[in-house]
Nanobody, 125 residues
Framework: QVQLVESGGGLVQAGGSLRLSCAAS????????MGWFRQAPGKEREFVAA????????YYGSSVKGRFTISRDNAKNTVYLQMNSLKPEDTAVYYC??????????????????WGQGTQVTVSS
């Protein structure tokens, strides 16, 4: 069992930065792939970024590549999403997710079996 709690969301002006954190409980965190997804009102959930269990491999959605960075600290059971050069279209609820499975397709939400409650990110123009 893994419980996930996101933090760090808020209101920021376009061009600004935010860092989201996702604190995980449970002994399986260090062996779990982690992902960030987002969902804007009226839109489908979108893949943002993912990282494998060791942090050695990272993956990004095309709309955030080059602006966002995912990282993890297994000693702290925490995964981060550094978001730079934010745009109004980045406004959404951001969800942290964990996958305890192997050989997953990182950009698919069905690859993840645990989800956080979400944190709101609002980027003003």
């Amino acid at each position: 069992q893994v419980q996930l709690v996101e933090s760090g969301g808020g209101l920021v002006q376009a061009g600004g930065s935010l860092r989201l954190s996702c604190a995980a409980s449970g002994r399986t965190f260090s062996s779990s792939a982690m992902g960030w997804f987002r969902q804007a009102p009226g839109k489908e959930r979108e893949f943002v970024a993912a990282i494998n269990w060791s942090g050695g491999s990272t993956y990004y959605g095309s709309s955030v590549k080059g602006r966002f960075t995912i990282s993890r600290d297994n000693a702290k059971n925490t995964v981060y999403l550094q978001m730079n050069s934010l745009k109004p279209e980045d406004t959404a609820v951001y969800y942290c997710a964990a996958s305890t499975w192997s050989n997953i397709i990182y950009y698919l939400s069905r690859s993840y079996d645990y989800w956080g409650q979400g944190t709101q990110v609002t980027v003003s123009s």
